[in-house]
Nanobody, 127 residues
Framework: QVQVVESGGGLVQAGGSLRLSCIASGFTFDEYCMGWFRQVQGKGREGVSCINESGGRTGYADSVKGRFTISRDNAKNTVYLQMNSLKPEDTAMYYC????????????????????WGQGTLVTVSS
């Protein structure tokens, strides 16, 4: 079955960096766009970033643009999220999932394609 396992979260001071990883299995990884989401307790899950099947096209929420970078390694079935210049408002549980793509080749931020979620990885940014 579809599985994703997120890792790399932790406690960091504002201005610091973290690199999240997500290993996927149970589906043909390089045939799907992948996305990162985050959720704060009591709020809905929001799309943070996405990347298309080849890794050549990416998308970001305005709140993280210029600070976060998504990438993928199809040989390792892994997607990454490099987070720099972290802010306290980035504090959340982070998740990854397969997301939908446009027929023109880009990914659709926040549009889940395979509704299978891991346990997430907690990112806490102190001020």
């Amino acid at each position: 079955q579809v599985q994703v396992v997120e890792s790399g979260g932790g406690l960091v001071q504002a201005g610091g960096s973290l690199r999240l990883s997500c290993i996927a299995s149970g589906f043909t990884f390089d045939e799907y766009c992948m996305g990162w989401f985050r959720q704060v307790q009591g709020k809905g899950r929001e799309g943070v970033s996405c990347i298309n099947e080849s890794g050549g096209r990416t998308g970001y929420a305005d709140s993280v643009k210029g600070r976060f970078t998504i990438s993928r390694d199809n040989a390792k079935n892994t997607v990454y999220l490099q987070m720099n210049s972290l802010k306290p408002e980035d504090t959340a549980m982070y998740y990854c999932a397969a997301v939908k793509g446009y027929v023109t080749g880009g990914c659709i931020l926040g549009a889940v394609a395979l509704d299978a979620w891991g346990q997430g990885t907690l990112v806490t940014v102190s001020s």
